[in-house]
């Protein structure tokens, strides 16, 4: 963060800006949804300062509500926005709750990768403050969704072809997620006791540095006391 932003935050604060970005969430236009979506994003991006003013003009609510946009760049900006809101402490998480199933859900849906990628960001940022949400976590069968999503690209991790875009793929943010979630006894036990727990052991053999990387500290983590 270059000198100074934490001025600009100030007068952001001031001109009441989250009051003409909350209307713009429910905006007719979806590109108005999109870009608001993505504002508040950014404005969480490198500190904390605007989580009191998302709780005070109810915006996270909206914002929840837009990962089920039937505009897929508002969904995929939203992803992105949550996982901010979650980043830096867990003020926000009891609000986040909610956002769960949603993000859970677009692992799942045919969705762009970098959306699939953004929502499973946003759930490694709603456990690495806190263990508060991890029973819900497993109850929204949010890791159930990680292991499900990287079963199905694990395929090609370990056959890329030259095509095959790995820095875009949503696996190695799957993989970064789940490894965050196994900090948490209560995450870890439902991981190891997976039916798709071995696919991580697989992906030991990837070719690609990163990949292999996650899932040795996935099992290193699961094999804690």
Not at 61 to 77: A, G
Not at 178 to 196: D, E, G, T, V, W
Not at 202 to 221: F, G, T, W
């Amino acid at each position: 963060m270059f000198p100074g932003v934490q001025g600009f935050y100030e007068y952001i604060k001031c001109a009441s800006v989250l009051e003409f970005l909350k209307s713009f969430l429910s905006h007719e236009d979806p590109n108005m949804r999109a870009k608001a979506c993505s504002a508040l994003g950014n404005m969480c991006r490198h500190n904390a300062f605007f989580y009191s003013s998302l709780a005070r003009y109810q915006i996270v609510s909206i914002l929840i509500d837009r990962c089920s946009d039937p505009d897929k760049r508002t969904r995929k900006f939203a992803c992105f926005a949550i996982g901010n809101a979650a980043y830096h402490n867990d003020v926000l998480y009891e609000e986040l709750r909610r956002s769960i199933p949603h993000l859970a859900n677009l692992l799942q849906k045919t969705e762009e990768d970098k959306t699939k990628a953004n929502a499973a960001g946003a759930l490694s940022n709603l456990v690495r403050n806190s263990d508060r949400l991890c029973e819900d976590i497993l109850s929204e069968g949010a890791v159930q969704s990680l292991l499900k999503l990287i079963s199905d690209y694990a395929v090609s991790a370990l056959n890329p072809s030259r095509n095959d875009s790995t820095n875009e793929s949503p696996l190695k943010i799957a993989l970064f997620s789940l490894a965050k979630m196994c900090a948490h006894p209560l995450c870890r036990q439902f991981i190891s006791s997976s039916h798709l727990f071995p696919v991580i052991g697989r992906l030991l053999q990837s070719p690609e540095s990163s990949i292999a990387k996650y899932a040795s500290v996935i099992i290193n983590k699961v094999a804690e006391p």
